[in-house]
Structure formats: C-alpha cells, structure tokens
C-alpha cells in the first residue's frame, strides 16, 4: 500500500477545511452568553477530545486486524493511530485546563466527569508505549500490543456515556439529535471543526506510514547493496519492526 498516494491532495483538503472552520469560529459563530469569548476554544477542545477517542478505537480495530491475520503492518498502523491520538489527547486536557480556568477559574474540576474520564482513558493508553518497550520480541511485542488495544479500546465508550449522564455539563450536547441547545451557527462551525480535525488527523496517518514505509525501504536498500544480512535484533524499541517483503528479481 502506498500511504502517500493522495496525500498532498489529503494535506490540501485539512488545511482549507481547518482554515474555514477557524474563520467562521472568529467572524460567524455567536458569543456564548454565560462564557463569552473563552467558550470558543470548544471549538477545538471537544473536536479534538472526538477524534482522539475514535483514532484509539481505529486502533483497537487494526489491532483486530493484526490477530486475525498475523500481517505485521496492521500492527504499525494501530501503533501511529494511537501514537497520533496519544497526542491530541495532550492537547484536549490542555485546551480543557485553559477552558475550565477560564469558566471556572481553576485549571482542574475534579468533579466533572467529562474531564476526570477522558484523563483516565489517557493515562490507559499512556501505558501502550511503555509495554511495548518492555518487551524485546518482535512477535510477542506485536501480540501484546494488539490485545492492549484492543481491551482499551473497550473503554473508550465510557467516556461519551460519561458526558451523558453527567448532571453538570460544561460541554453542550452537540451530538444529541436535536443538536443540543446551540444555535445553528454554532453547530455549523462545530461540525466543520469536527470535519478538519478528523482530515488532519487521516493526513498525519498518512504522512507517518509513508514516512516509516519509506524508512523501511531505505534500510532494506542499504542492507541489499551493502550484501549485509537482516539483523536478528535491533535491541529493544516500542516501534514495530516491519520486514518488507523480498521483491522478485528480474
């Protein structure tokens, strides 16, 4: 599979979608009225806490993939979908930080369970890297890897049913099917918000396979020019190893 077909045209499509998206939350979408202007980094806190939640259950699927099928490379795909949400995940507890300061005037709200639940979910998954480290086996390493996320995968749904049943919201209902009790301009840029997060996240994907795949290639290159055999061990590493398949000789 080659990760970077499409992917200038992938890049193209995030950048003008994030642009319109952050042009309507500045120039189009209302004041909140009992937040004012800090309320509009939701536009980016719960775009990004969604898209985070469904990359950990994309990589909990092709962790699926990989146990079914033994193919190595669906566990390099589960690993950068997780990786990747790892870090938006940062980035929601931050921008949630500056919001709940913001709102409520402390940085943390221990009694929100919409914050408290998605930190939990994170620090689950901030364990994938180092159980990976821990494990030298390249095999073993992939299989442990995949079962882990596949039972946190598990998880993650109980972060939505969270904000559901929560008494005290400061995030709006936006995915309720009378679209909560946002105007229309807001859920208008709240959904093409939504919509750029998730291209510039398939575009980082993207990016990062080809970029390993193209890693890979080079290094089996090297080796076959230099007539050196693939090393029995590289020494212990959270990343997969991936060996690419011998091509035909003409």
């Known amino acids: 599979m080659l990760y970077g077909k499409g992917l200038r045209p992938l890049a193209l499509a995030s950048a003008v979608t994030l642009t319109a998206a952050f042009a309507l939350v500045f120039f189009y979408a209302p004041l909140d009225a009992d937040q004012g202007f800090i309320q509009k980094i939701f536009y980016v806190h719960v775009p990004m806490a969604i898209v985070a939640l469904l990359g950990f259950v994309a990589g909990g699927v092709m962790a699926v993939m990989h146990l079914r099928t033994g193919d190595r490379r669906w566990d390099m795909r589960s690993y950068v979908a997780i990786h990747l949400s790892l870090v938006l995940a940062v980035g929601v507890l931050i921008t949630g930080a500056i919001w709940a300061k913001g709102s409520w005037g402390h940085w943390w709200v221990w009694d929100e369970p919409t914050l408290v639940s998605f930190l939990i979910v994170f620090l689950l ?14 095999e073993r390493q992939a299989r442990y890897a995949s079962v882990f996320a596949i039972v946190a995968g598990a998880f993650v749904p109980l972060n939505f049913l969270a904000v559901r049943m929560a008494e005290s ?5 936006v995915l309720s099917t009378t679209g909560g009790a946002m105007p229309g301009e807001m859920r208008l840029t709240f959904y093409l918000s939504l919509l750029g997060m998730a291209l510039l996240f398939v575009t980082l994907w993207k990016y990062e396979m080809a970029s390993k795949q193209t890693s890979m290639q080079l290094r089996a290159l090297r080796r076959k020019l230099s007539g050196e055999e693939p090393p029995l061990s590289v020494g212990r590493s959270a990343a997969p190893r991936v060996t690419l398949p011998a091509r035909p000789e003409r």
């Open 125 to 138: 998954y901030a364990t994938y890297q180092p159980l990976r480290f821990s494990i030298e086996d390249p």
């Open 169 to 173: 919201l400061a995030h709006p209902r």
